[in-house]
């Protein structure tokens, strides 16, 4: 593989290099008036509803499962490198991060959310939730040494305005899980969750200057990003809850195939799987029914039980960010 390129140019083209996510969560101290937990399981708010967390670290409140959590991930590494995909990780939270972050919380748990890859460029993004905001300075020594060893475009949207209130709307918010790249047409969910139209409009005039053609897409409140709601698994082949979108499926994708899952398999991650490639697809064992109909239309399909990492709130495609698919 080339070293020296960055390239993402559609959600299925073959992966060869991607940031794979670490595994930390630090339980906040005060309440982030931004996360109101709607797009969570009820098995999951239940699961974090315990008491004397504030401020503690996940694996001292939960060492079975951080446990468990590690070994998905290291499961997803496996089977990513056994399909030749060059996987980076981003460095551990310091010392210093985990005690300033303790006031609303902070992670180290999903990548494609504080940056995203589109064509050669690479974008810092803008995140609504507190303890997140911080998430992309593990992950940033990855980002400036593949920039600055490449031709890549490397970018950050503006700072969120915070001048009438630490919980102003205005934003711009753009995060990676609302992104989803076909070609020259990019797709940006809004769900008043995470990305929202000023971080839209942002991503629309940067990207005119390479032709883009960038769709907003309405999404219901309980969904946080697009990519619990669409998963492009190959051209002309999708996996969607048609339930989730206000307007309804976006015209450029209307007459595709369509692998439909339940309203209610959407907090469950259900579509928040990962193409390889178009003609492999990783997926939880937990959702069999969608499993069948991929191998029906000739895909493979690679399980790994990330019942873990679908608790935060996250699965496959969360949990990578590509810097190579082309």
């Not at 930390?24 to 315990?50: A, H």
């Not at 310091?94 to 902070?106: I, W």
């Not at 390479?210 to 769709?215: E, Q």
């Amino acid at each position: 593989m080339e070293n020296n390129i960055i390239e993402v140019i559609s959600e299925f083209a073959p992966l060869k290099k991607v940031v794979l996510a670490q595994s930390e969560f630090i339980f906040p101290e005060k309440e982030d008036g931004n996360n109101d937990g709607t797009f969570l399981s009820e098995e999951s708010l239940d699961l974090y509803d315990v008491a004397d967390t504030a401020g503690k670290d996940y694996k001292d409140v939960f060492p079975e499962r951080q446990n468990e959590w590690e070994k998905e991930r290291e499961n997803l590494k496996k089977i990513l490198e056994k399909h030749g995909v060059e996987v980076l990780l981003p460095r551990l939270l310091t010392e210093h991060e985990r005690e300033v972050g303790k006031e609303y919380g902070c992670c180290n748990f999903f990548v494609r959310d504080p940056f995203f890859t589109i064509g050669s460029s690479i974008i810092e993004g803008s995140l609504r939730f507190f303890h997140r905001r911080n998430e992309i300075l593990p992950i940033r020594d990855i980002l400036t040494s593949e920039a600055y060893n490449t031709e890549a475009f490397y970018v950050s949207i503006p700072k969120p305005d915070i001048s009438e209130s630490l919980h102003s709307e205005a934003g711009p918010f753009l995060e990676g899980g609302d992104i989803l790249v076909l070609n020259k047409t990019i797709f940006v969910g809004n769900s008043g969750q995470a990305s929202n139209h000023n971080g839209y409009l942002w991503l629309k005039s940067y990207l005119s200057h390479w032709g883009y053609d960038v769709i907003e897409v309405p999404l219901r409140k309980e969904v946080l990003h697009l990519d619990c709601a669409l998963s492009l698994v190959r051209d002309g082949l999708m996996i969607v809850c048609e339930e989730a979108f206000i307007n309804g499926i976006p015209q450029q994708l209307k007459n595709w195939d369509k692998i439909r899952v339940p309203f209610d398999d959407v907090a469950y991650l259900a579509i928040n799987g990962l193409p390889i490639n178009d003609s492999v697809y990783i997926l939880d064992p937990q959702f069999e029914y969608i499993a069948k109909q991929l191998e029906e239309r000739g895909v493979t399909v690679e399980r790994i039980d990330f019942k873990i990492s679908r608790s935060f709130g996250g699965s496959f495609r969360c949990s990578t960010q590509p810097l190579v698919r082309a």
